[in-house]
């Protein structure tokens, strides 16, 4: 199958994920749900439609022509990909980017993402029987030519050991940030709640730190949140809330709550659901000395209107481009050196 065919496609995925009908989706979703009580409809409906902006034509066009890919690779490898399932079909760009660059894939499924991502390449195959041959799903990645693994920073660590002789691309634990000057206005902090809230903060691009000027208060931040607050009524982030609150007042460790969002000053970078860190800063370039120090743990940095250097607007950290890879590894560049 030449390019423009692989191309053609995806766009036909992306037309079919576009326009499930109600009860399609539906049934989509509670069988993700009865799998995964996180992936709750709203939250498969979010991953569906974030899919859906990558499978633009246009875009799929332009995203390859960026990389110059031939028609068909030389020799048609076999790629390996162990797929994280923290977020609903999590691993769909990895398989995008290896079926797009003509090669064929063998899958470790996460347990916890399953069903949405054998939906997804069922529907693929039914688009063209091609794709068939080139996708698998197995427990073990045996006969592969290089490996695109993610993990925990305890996972790669097994990774890099297992998959040493293989060209690879081991990913770790990465969060996101949020800067904020003292002047964002409540609109501002609202669209700062949907980096923090949506998926339940379990993704990678999940605000789980704030940087704040000196002295800086919550009021209108927890003001501009409130909206956020019938996210409790999940249980599991309800048992979240309520496990950390507890071993905050156990512990007397100081800390501010809303009622369902506690927020704490820590260095650490990645925070338990249903709390925030946060760390003072003095100036910018104090700010940046602190950020170049994590670099390697940040996937994406939200700020007001995107003011700081390579980072999103508030809202947007959840609406990568097709052009934003996990852990700033170019997966399409990797796949053509190979």
């Known amino acids: 199958m030449n390019l423009q065919k692989r191309i053609e496609s995806f766009k036909n995925?992306?037309?079919?994920?576009?326009?499930?009908?109600?009860?399609?989706?539906?049934?989509?979703?509670?069988?993700?749900?009865?799998?995964?009580?996180?992936?709750?409809?709203?939250s498969v409906k979010l991953a569906i439609e974030g899919i859906g902006k990558f499978l633009d034509k246009t875009v799929l066009e332009n995203w390859c022509a960026k990389y110059h890919l031939p028609d068909s690779p030389k020799e048609v490898k076999i790629i390996g990909v162990v797929m994280a399932g923290n977020i609903p079909l999590v691993g769909f760009h990895d398989l995008l980017c290896v079926l797009i660059s003509g090669y064929r894939i063998k899958i470790k499924l996460s347990s916890q993402d399953a069903p949405l991502m054998k939906y997804v390449c069922k529907t693929l195959?039914?688009?063209?029987?091609?794709?068939?041959?080139c996708i698998e799903i197995s427990d073990q990645l045996k006969d592969v030519d290089a490996i695109i693994a993610t993990g925990s920073d305890n996972t790669s660590r097994y990774f890099e050991f297992y998959f040493a002789k293989y060209p690879h691309i081991i990913r770790k634990n990465r969060t996101s940030i949020a800067i904020?000057?003292?002047?964002?206005?409540q609109e501002d902090l609202y669209a700062l709640g949907k980096d923090i809230?949506?998926?339940?903060?379990?993704?990678?691009?999940?605000?789980?730190?704030?940087?704040?000027?000196?002295?800086?208060?919550?009021d209108k931040f927890f003001e501009a949140i409130e909206e956020y607050s019938p996210i409790t009524q999940h249980h599991k982030y309800s048992n979240n809330y309520d496990y950390n609150k507890s071993i905050y007042l156990i512990n007397g460790v100081k800390h501010l709550d809303?009622?369902?969002?506690m927020v704490t000053e820590r260095e650490e970078l990645v925070s338990p659901i249903s709390v925030l860190y946060f760390e003072y800063y003095n100036s910018e370039e104090e700010l940046g000395a602190m950020l170049k120090t994590n670099t390697e743990k940040i996937q994406c940095i939200v700020s007001k209107e995107g003011n700081w250097e390579n980072s999103f607007a508030f809202g947007l950290a959840q609406s990568p481009s097709i052009n934003d890879y996990a852990d700033n590894v170019d997966t399409m560049a990797f796949l053509k050196e190979l």
Do not use: H
Not at 258 to 261: E, K, P, Q, R, S
């Open 13 to 42: 995925l992306g037309s079919i994920l576009s326009n499930l009908s109600s009860t399609e989706l539906e049934n989509l979703a509670l069988d993700a749900q009865n799998n995964n009580t996180w992936f709750t409809p709203t």
């Open 258 to 261: 809303n009622g369902f969002l």
């Open 197 to 218: 809230f949506t998926f339940y903060g379990l993704g990678c691009r999940n605000v789980s730190k704030l940087y704040v000027p000196k002295n800086y208060k919550f």
């Open 125 to 133: 195959s039914g688009i063209d029987p091609y794709f068939s041959d």
């Open 180 to 185: 904020l000057s003292g002047d964002e206005m």
